[in-house]
């Protein structure tokens, strides 16, 4: 918790919303429990803090228009394209800063929720809880900064060695006979860069420096300034983000080698047999993983799909029996009708005295005025289908007090109740999937803008062009892809499409934000178009929107099955976009070491690459009277 002038210029080298300030020194205890930003920044001085303060962001969200396409934010946390607090925003007093040289170890804890910083002492120095997603890329930037080290005892906890330890003493000595750089910063930097990602590592870095001891205009002698110049340059170009680097007659392609993308056909939908096959004597899902393989391969037929939705969206337990679920409907039954009433009996003095619940009312009945009329089911003036539309977004807001409505829910509801065609049962299943999607509807939309920087991530490693064209064209921020993750596509598909779609995307295959490599798969197929045009923000929204109803959701499904193995099998994979789509991080473990999915032994054995035979095939399960056996190939027709 240190102090710095004023006038001291600062770097954000990290940024994080929505960080929860769970313990602190006395000093901040007012601000304990409180919501904030998280940075990681660095002063003139070279001196590196982690910084935190509250939060102070507004969003200006123009979402009255029915047909919304992008969200304007405005920040007030201001901050020039290099990263450069402008003047008259330098009053950082208020921050909880803590100078990097205090901090001599920290925990992560709570699934990757939690981080705490210790200073060595018995008390720690604070604790962030991260409200949206986890501290894994705030923990993969500090490990580029500073040197960590495991600890033995604790997995949990990481150490951050002094750097008069002997360990520490002699890689600087082993750097310093090499004459190579006499900044032990820069040497482990590079011993980092070395681990992650040797080859590329060694041949760039030095194979510049011969270029400027030898090719120069002068032949002149090797500078120290300038070989920690071009090691640093070279260390910090990552992620695949920088496409070419040229020296005279010397030039660096530092493009992802990304393998061959393959095609992944979509397969037969689960049917009716199938289903049954897979359910014990007293009706519990046996293998609920090999049902989810099966319908990510091939969703699942029309018929079906009132049943099996109910398991996707975990409105029933996958293991329960046909009695339990008896009961459970019972007793969720009752439950809703509760909270319909508590809305219902609402006297109009109490509306007028609850200003948000007024607020949100009138916005779900001007929504479900203008959800889906072209569907029959929803058509024409008086439609009770309508009124149960409302009803159920308005116990909603009984049942989730803190989310209550945003526009945008009435869209996931639609296809949901029209399938159900049951007021209980889509209420539940709508609850479902609001819990997988919450974060969409925050209202500082922190969850939605850390969606667009995560796609920005993705496709800045699969096609660094692109990404760089997005950047230049101000457009890198990605709000032109805000509708199709905040509805999941749901204003661009036909509702069977949508159907067809979002079935697939519960199950969880094959990787952690599978629809981000939807969206993926889609920009790369418009790539020419975008940039031959030469298109802006304004003209690549407008061509975004345009695509509404010109999808092929197996194409889309396909290419994106191809983009994930495309990553997952290049050797220049770094550790963020790793942790993105939940691959184990090269800290961690090797791929080799992590336990396998069904989908993963399913693929690897279709390609002849697993000793042991896949869980389960679609096409391939034989009924008997007290069992269910699954072929153990996957069939050609997913390869």
């Known amino acids: 918790m240190s102090e710095t002038s004023e006038s001291d210029e600062v770097r954000e080298l990290f940024v994080q919303d929505g960080v929860l300030l769970f313990s602190a020194a006395a000093s901040f205890i007012n601000f304990v429990k409180s919501v904030g930003t998280l940075m990681i920044t660095e002063y003139s001085d070279g001196t590196k803090f982690i910084e935190w303060k509250p939060i102070d962001v507004t969003v200006d969200s123009d979402i009255q228009d029915q047909e919304w396409a992008v969200v304007n934010t405005v920040e007030k946390r201001i901050r020039t394209l290099s990263g450069t607090v402008p003047p008259e925003h330098k009053n950082r007093s208020k921050y909880l800063r803590i100078s990097f040289e205090d901090i001599k170890s920290f925990r992560i804890s709570d699934k990757s929720r939690r981080l705490t910083l210790n200073d060595g002492k018995s008390e720690p120095i604070c604790t962030y809880l991260f409200q949206h997603g986890n501290c894994d890329h705030l923990v993969g930037c500090l490990k580029t900064l500073v040197k960590t080290v495991a600890s033995r005892r604790d997995k949990h906890l990481f150490i951050i060695p002094d750097i008069k330890d002997p360990e520490h003493e002699k890689i600087d000595r082993s750097f310093a006979e090499l004459n190579v750089c006499t900044d032990s910063a820069y040497a482990w930097k590079l011993w980092n860069n070395f681990q992650e990602r040797p080859v590329v590592a060694t041949f760039e870095a030095f194979a510049k420096i011969t270029d400027l001891v030898y090719r120069g205009p002068e032949h002149r002698e090797i500078d120290a300034d300038d070989v920690k110049e071009i090691l640093n340059r070279s260390i910090t170009e990552y992620e695949s983000t920088t496409t070419t680097h040229s020296q005279g007659d010397y030039e660096v392609i530092d493009v992802p080698d990304l393998p061959k993308r393959r095609d992944f056909p979509r397969g037969k939908p689960l049917n009716l047999e199938q289903w049954l096959g897979v359910q014990d004597n007293e009706g519990r899902i046996e293998d609920s993983e090999c049902i989810k393989l099966m319908i990510f391969q091939g969703g699942i037929v029309p018929s079906l799909r009132e049943e099996v939705w109910k398991y996707l969206l975990d409105y029933y337990p996958w293991n329960c029996t046909k009695i339990e679920r008896q009961k459970l409907v019972s007793q969720k039954n ?34 479900v005025s203008r959800t889906d009329r072209t569907i029959d089911f929803y058509a024409g003036d008086n439609n009770p289908n309508l009124q149960i539309l409302n009803d159920i977004l308005m116990t909603y807001v009984m049942y989730n007090f803190d989310l209550g409505y945003v526009q945008g829910m009435s869209d996931l509801l639609s296809p949901i109740l029209h399938l159900m065609q049951s007021e209980v049962d889509a209420f539940w299943c709508f609850v479902g999937f609001m819990n997988k999607l919450s974060s969409n509807f925050d209202a500082d939309q922190v969850g939605m803008k850390e969606q667009l920087s995560n796609l920005h991530t993705i496709l800045a490693f699969i096609d660094p062009d692109l990404a760089a064209y997005f950047d230049s064209h101000d457009s890198g921020n990605m709000f032109f892809c805000f509708r199709w993750l905040l509805v999941w596509f749901k204003r661009e598909l036909s509702e069977e499409d949508c159907m067809s779609f979002w079935e697939v995307l519960w199950t969880g295959f094959p990787c952690d934000n599978f629809h981000l490599l939807i969206c993926c798969a889609i920009l790369t197929e418009e790539k020419r178009k975008l940039m031959d045009n030469n298109f802006g923000f304004t003209e690549i929204l407008k061509h975004i929107n345009e ?22 099998e290049s050797e220049q994979l770094t550790d963020v976009v790793r942790l993105l789509l939940g691959l184990p991080i090269l800290s961690n473990n090797s791929f080799d070491n992590h336990e396998t999915s ?11 690459s697993s000793s042991s035979p896949p869980k389960c095939s679609v096409d391939n399960v034989r009924i008997s009277p007290d069992e269910v056996t699954f072929e153990k190939s996957l069939s050609s027709n997913f390869l």
């Open 334 to 367: 009752d439950e809703y009708f509760s909270m319909k009433l508590q809305w219902k009996t609402m006297t109009k003095t109490q509306e007028d005295n609850f200003t948000d619940y007024k607020e949100r009312k009138t916005q779900i009945e001007k929504d």
């Open 547 to 568: 695509l509404c109803g010109q999808l092929n959701v197996e194409k889309i499904l396909n290419d994106a099955q191809g983009i994930f193995y495309q990553i997952k």
């Open 598 to 608: 069904p989908f993963e032994e399913s693929i690897d054995a279709s390609n002849g």
